[in-house]
């Protein structure tokens, strides 16, 4: 993929995160930009962790499988 496909679609993803934070927050206090702001971290951080840990399986896998190439 290329560098604008990558953009596009790590926007796309940010902008469903943030549209469900919006959700999810005006249920429970439509007047706190607060609570807004910290479930749109909580979520991204629990998004975020599984996505760093499979890159860095991945990687380590990579860099492995070139290290058997003779």
Known sequence: MKRLDWFIAISLVAIGLSCLTMSATSIMRPDSFHVYLSMLMGICLWTGIPI???????????????????
């Open 52 to 70: 760093l840990i499979a890159g860095i399986v991945y990687m380590i896998f990579k860099r492995k499988r070139g290290r058997k190439k003779p």
